[in-house]
Structure formats: structure tokens, C-alpha cells
């Protein structure tokens, strides 16, 4: 099979091929849960070796960043994975912090990936000072942006909030009771482990009092309920979030068994970048002739994909500009 990352005889407009990137799906990496007759709703997230064959590819960058990187793609899942939609649920992060853009992005299907830019000489200033930075250091001021976007047909939704907390988790609690008044927990963790990148979140919300919430219970009762799990969650580690060996179904039943936990459908993830060199040649042919022979060296542009870290050459020849054509 041919390298599409190298130029071939198929014009690279029509060579969709999928690079030599890993073909990997975690079957239950989403696990939806309820606690019945309460108004409480979540998700688990286990990305397991999909971590690893993500994260891992960006072996260039400091682990705090790859960190960062994981708890985006961990948190976007199941953020993603709450919503009905068809297209692509991104999370981004821009700040003028060392590492002034975060993006992760996953399809309807579960397809995931994420990307991280650390600016290097503002990135050793701040380890030097803190070997372990928190997020908001790592980004700095900024804001937060949470997209659903469904394709040209259909409308975009956006909600943009100023990056506030220390944490990714705390920010996105921030961004949920400001901008869509929704009472929410968030737990991210990821780390490089024994069996490589893991990365897991356990996200919980406080649903409206009505449909499949005891028709006995007032306002009062769902406000303890609510806190209750609250609590519960409250006792989740890093250590259980990333441990394979514990299962999901396992981990929530330690957490909610006594609380009427009831799972749902798990879901699905996979490796999701996107890249071609067919996007990667419209992306080029945007660009003037005269810039087309800047980026050359010896008769080839390279372009790296930010997702999956992988290098597309094209023969300069073999590009033509659109704005030459016109």
C-alpha cells in the first residue's frame, strides 16, 4: 500500500487515504450512568491505550503539556457524549499563557483527537519556577470555547467563557453555571503510566426535577440528593481514574451503588484525526504561487499534520495555487 504521505502518481486532490496512523477503538471508553429516581446524570470516560496512541505521538512536548492535552480530549468526550448532534463537538482554549492554544475536538461517533501549542521559551521560564504548573499558568488569560458544529447546513453553536480557575475542571464548572446555568462536577486526571498515556474524566449534572425523578421528592430532597452525589464523586483519585485494571461499571458502583446507580449504553471511541493529504492540497493551493516557493526546499513543501504529528510532502510542482489561477 502507498505512503499517502508521500507524493504518488494519484493528484493529491483525490488521495483520501488514511495515513499510517493507529487504527485503535475502545469500546466502552464512554460509560453513561443515572442514579434512579434522583436528578443526577453523568459519564465516565476511560480513553485507555487510545491515550497513549494519541498523546503518544507528540513525544516532542513537555509532559505538562501532553497532560493538558489529555484532560482535553478525556473531558471533550464526555462532554460530546451527552449531546444529540452529527458533526464535531470541539473544546478550545486560548490564552497568552506558554502554551497559547488547546483543541481538542470529537465526532458524533466518537472519533477523537486533540492538539496543543506550547511556545518553548515561555514554557521553561514557567517550569523553572513550578515543575508542575496549573492549567490556568499554562494558558494564561484567555477564553474557553465549547462548539458544536453540525456542518454548512445547519446552525453553529458556541458558548465562549473567560478562562477562570485553576484547573481545566474548574473552568468548565465556571463556563456550565454561567453560561447555561447548569450545575455540574467535573474530574479529569491523566498521567503517563506503567502501560503508557491514560487519560479519564467523571463528569456529573444536576437535572431538571422531572422525568425519571421520584415524583415525591420536593425541591429539598433533590438538592440533597444532588449534593450527596456531589460528595460521593468528591472521593474519586487520580489513581482510580487511570487504573485499567478497575473497571468502569466497577469504579462507578464503588462510587454509587447505595444511590440507585443505573447504567447506560457505553460508547464508543476511536482515533480520530482527520488529515489527508487531499485537505492538506486544498489547504496548500489557498496560498500564492511566490509563498508556495518560499515554503519549498529542494523542489518539496512539507506540512505537518498538528493531530497526528505526521509529515505530507508535496512536489512544489505537483501544487498548484488557486490565486495563480486566477
Not at 95 to 121: F, H, I, N, Q, S
Not at 169 to 175: F, L, W
Not at 245 to 257: D, I, N, S, T, V
Amino acid at each position: 500500500m502507498t505512503d499517502p504521505t508521500l507524493p504518488s502518481a494519484t493528484p493529491a486532490f483525490l488521495n483520501h487515504d488514511r495515513p499510517p496512523v493507529p487504527d485503535l477503538v475502545v469500546p466502552r471508553g464512554v460509560q453513561p450512568f443515572h442514579l434512579h429516581l434522583r436528578p443526577v446524570r453523568g459519564r465516565l470516560v476511560r480513553l485507555g491505550p487510545l491515550a497513549e496512541a494519541l498523546l503518544g505521538r507528540h513525544a516532542n512536548q513537555h509532559p505538562a503539556v501532553l497532560t493538558l492535552m489529555g484532560e482535553a480530549m478525556a473531558l471533550t468526550a464526555a462532554l460530546a457524549t451527552a449531546l444529540k448532534f452529527r458533526g464535531s463537538f470541539s473544546l478550545q482554549a486560548k490564552g497568552d499563557g506558554p502554551v497559547p492554544m488547546l483543541l481538542a475536538d470529537c465526532t458524533e461517533a466518537g472519533a477523537l483527537r486533540g492538539y496543543a501549542k506550547a511556545e518553548p521559551e515561555k514554557l521553561a521560564a514557567l517550569l523553572a519556577v513550578s515543575p508542575q504548573p496549573p492549567t490556568a499558568a499554562l494558558l494564561g488569560g484567555g477564553y474557553l470555547a465549547f462548539t458544536c458544529d453540525q456542518g454548512p447546513d445547519m446552525d453553529r453553536y458556541q458558548g465562549i467563557v473567560a478562562i477562570e480557575g485553576e484547573s481545566l475542571a474548574d473552568m468548565t464548572d465556571t463556563y456550565f453555571r454561567t453560561s447555561e446555568q447548569l450545575q455540574s462536577q467535573v474530574h479529569l486526571a491523566c498521567a503517563r503510566t506503567e502501560a503508557g498515556w491514560r487519560a479519564s474524566a467523571l463528569v456529573i449534572e444536576k437535572v431538571a426535577g422531572e422525568g425519571g425523578v421520584d415524583p415525591q421528592s420536593d425541591a429539598e430532597a433533590q438538592e440533597e440528593a444532588w449534593r450527596t452525589a456531589q460528595a460521593l464523586a468528591g472521593t474519586i483519585t487520580p489513581a482510580e481514574l487511570l487504573d485499567d485494571r478497575l473497571a468502569g461499571e466497577r469504579l462507578l458502583h464503588r462510587l454509587f451503588h447505595a444511590e440507585g446507580l443505573a447504567l447506560d449504553r457505553p460508547r464508543a471511541l476511536s482515533y480520530g484525526c482527520r488529515c489527508s493529504r487531499a485537505r492538506l492540497a486544498q489547504v496548500l493551493e489557498g496560498f500564492p504561487p511566490d509563498d508556495l516557493d518560499h515554503m519549498a526546499e529542494g523542489g518539496a513543501i512539507t506540512m505537518t499534520c498538528e493531530f497526528c504529528n505526521l509529515d505530507f510532502r508535496f512536489a512544489r510542482d505537483e501544487v498548484q495555487s488557486r490565486a495563480g489561477r486566477a
